[in-house]
C-alpha cells in the first residue's frame, strides 16, 4: 500500500513525453535481434528537466529505462519569471536551434520537439526558431543542451534572476501607480471644471447698451 501511493506520488511529480519511438535490429549469431528504442523528456514543471534514451526489447521496457535516465541527468533550468533570461543560438550535432525569451502572456512559441522540453521544465513564455535538421532527436538534443547552457552561464557570469513572485510584485506596484495617476488626474480635471464654474458665477454683468437707431435726413428739394 505504501509502494503503491510512493509511486502516484512520484508520477504526479514528474511529467513523462515521449518524444520518438525506434525500431532498431541488431545481428548475432543466432539471427536478427529486435529491440525498440525510446527518447523520453521528464520534468517537474518547476524548473527541472531532464531527457534520457532508453533501450529494451519492448516499448514499455524502453520507456521505463528511459525515464530512469532521464532523472539521473536532470537539470535545474534558470528562469527570469515565466521566461529564459537571455537569448541563445545553439548547434548540437545536425540541430541548431534559436531560443529567445518573451513577454509574459506570449505562450510557448515552438515546435513539437523544443515545446515538449520547455513545457516540461516549467517555461511558460519563450520564442523559438528550429535551425538545423528538423529531425526530432537532434532538435530535442540540441534544446536540452541550449538549457544547460543557459544554466552554466548564469551561474559563471552570476546573473541575478527574478522569480514569478518577483514580478507579479512589480506588476502589481506598476498598476497601483497608473491607477493612481488615473485618479489624480480625474481629480485636477474635476477641480479644474469647478474653478471654471466658480469664475463664471462671480464674473461681473456688463450693463446692456442701448442700441441708438440713426436716421438720415434726405436734404429737401429747392
Given at each position: ?58 516499448v514499455i521496457g524502453a ?76 532538435s530535442v538534443y540540441a ?80
Amino acid at each position: 500500500m505504501a509502494r503503491d501511493s510512493f509511486a502516484s506520488q512520484e508520477h504526479k511529480e514528474f511529467e513523462e513525453k515521449v518524444i520518438q519511438v525506434s525500431r532498431v535490429s541488431k545481428k548475432t549469431k543466432g539471427g536478427n535481434k529486435m529491440g525498440f528504442s525510446v527518447l523520453i523528456v521528464v520534468g517537474d514543471r518547476k524548473g527541472k528537466v531532464g531527457l534520457g534514451l532508453g533501450k529494451a526489447n519492448d516499448v514499455i521496457g524502453a520507456i521505463r529505462k528511459g525515464v530512469k535516465k532521464a532523472k539521473k541527468k536532470m537539470i535545474t533550468v534558470p528562469m527570469d519569471g515565466t521566461t529564459i533570461p537571455f537569448r541563445i543560438d545553439v548547434k548540437k550535432g545536425a540541430g541548431r536551434i534559436m531560443l529567445k525569451p518573451a513577454p509574459k502572456g506570449s505562450g510557448v512559441i515552438a515546435g513539437g520537439p523544443v515545446r515538449a522540453v520547455v513545457e516540461a521544465a516549467g517555461i511558460r513564455d519563450i520564442s523559438s526558431k528550429i535551425l538545423g535538421s528538423s529531425n526530432q532527436t537532434s532538435s530535442v538534443y540540441a534544446t536540452f543542451h541550449a538549457l544547460k547552457l543557459i544554466k552554466d552561464l548564469v551561474e559563471l557570469k552570476n546573473i541575478k534572476l527574478r522569480s514569478i513572485a518577483d514580478i507579479e510584485k512589480e506588476e502589481k506596484l506598476k498598476e497601483q501607480e497608473i491607477a493612481r495617476e488615473e485618479k489624480q488626474k480625474a481629480q485636477d480635471k474635476k477641480a479644474h471644471e469647478i474653478e471654471k464654474n466658480q469664475k463664471t458665477e462671480n464674473a461681473p454683468v456688463k450693463p446692456e447698451q442701448k442700441s441708438v437707431k440713426k436716421t438720415f435726413h434726405q436734404p429737401k428739394k429747392k
